[in-house]
């Protein structure tokens, strides 16, 4: 046996034969032939729901006009707080007419008033700048993935993690993002990593709140008499809902920033078409043998409920400061085996 080693030879398998010269194809350049789809424009392309609702809402905004009533309500505004401020001067000279200690208290009681005034509007003026602030974060990671390398990445990681420093949650995913610091190149796994570790336990608390009110809005609906009292209590649950997801989230609200946030999950609502619950979705729910089991109000009482889980879906997708990418966003279908026990989990989408 020779060491040598073989040289390489062709050989023309049993049954096949061999592709005559002529008829190859030569290699060739597709030149300007092959024409990319753009990712806008691609049906196949994985787009998350909530980016598709935020664009949906940010075209509807409509946009600041000048008004004629909101002119009028701040000349009377106006007239109103120098009305006031010259009844409260006589109220003071009076009472110094009458005795000097009861002007000093008048004096005292009106610096109390205009203090507290001004530490009310302080609060709310803060409150309107988290909420700004949190969709300030969404545009911010929307132009992190759409930009190269990592560096506006990293700035908006590090947005993130100083909204999340103040909840004890995020205290681990913040370590482990830290410990990553220069070891990730690419921006949107950068972002993704990053929603992974600060939003996933905040994630598992929202579905909680959602669940919680949702089963505490069923079992009310349920046992109350009046369906004015239905309607009360689920406007209470749902705006106590929205203002403890804003303030999960980093987004805590004041009285007129919560006004806001409900106006904004109303036109989300209505946007994604989730503003009631269609017939589809009662069979879904009460046309699999249930119907024939439960009371006709405890089926009002599961609707109710899960009509609250739209609501705290909606409220999840607007106080959160990062659009759903790396996560699963939570559908209505996650929460009908906990309403509706004995059901399994619902194929209608939340859309």
Request: proline share 5%; with cysteine.
């Amino acid at each position: 046996m020779s060491d040598l080693p073989r040289r390489p030879a062709a050989f023309t398998v049993e049954g096949e034969q061999p592709t005559p010269p002529e008829t190859r194809r030569a290699p060739a350049s597709f030149g300007d032939g092959v024409v990319l789809t753009p990712d806008a424009e691609d049906p196949f392309a994985e787009t998350t729901l909530s980016t598709t609702v935020v664009s949906a809402l940010e075209e509807r905004r409509p946009r600041r006009r000048f008004s004629l009533a909101k002119l009028a309500l701040g000349a009377l505004g106006v007239l109103v707080s120098l009305a006031l401020g010259l009844w409260i001067d006589s109220l003071v000279r009076d009472l110094f007419t009458r005795n000097d200690a009861l002007g000093y208290v008048a004096i005292a009681a009106a610096a109390i008033v205009v203090l507290a005034v001004l530490g009310i509007v302080g609060r709310e003026v803060l409150g309107l700048m988290r909420l700004n602030a949190v969709q300030s974060l969404k545009e911010e990671v929307a132009a992190a993935f759409a930009a190269p390398g990592n560096t506006v990445a990293r700035k908006t990681m590090n947005d993130l993690v100083q909204h999340l420093a103040a909840r004890p949650e995020t205290a681990k995913g913040r370590e482990r993002l830290k410990a990553t610091e220069g070891e990730i190149i690419d921006g949107p796994h950068l972002i993704e990593l990053t929603e992974r570790e600060l939003l996933m336990p905040l994630d598992r608390q929202a579905r909680t709140l959602i669940l919680n009110a949702s089963k505490r809005v069923s079992i009310v609906t349920a046992v109350s008499p009046r369906a004015l009292v239905d309607l009360g209590y689920v406007v209470f649950e749902s705006a106590r809902l929205i203002r403890a997801m804003a303030d999960l989230y980093g987004g805590r609200p004041g009285t007129l920033g919560l006004f806001r946030l409900i106006r904004d999950v109303l036109a989300h609502l209505a946007v994604t078409g989730s503003i009631a619950v269609g017939d589809s979705l009662v069979q879904q729910v009460l046309g699999h043998g249930i119907a024939s089991k439960l009371s006709a109000r405890l089926g009002e009482g599961v609707v109710n409920g899960l009509m609250t889980a739209r609501i705290g879906i909606a409220a999840m997708d607007l106080c959160r400061p990062m659009p759903f990418r790396a996560l699963k966003r939570p559908g209505i279908g996650d929460f009908i085996g906990d309403i509706a026990p004995g059901q399994k989990r619902s194929t209608v989408d939340d859309v």
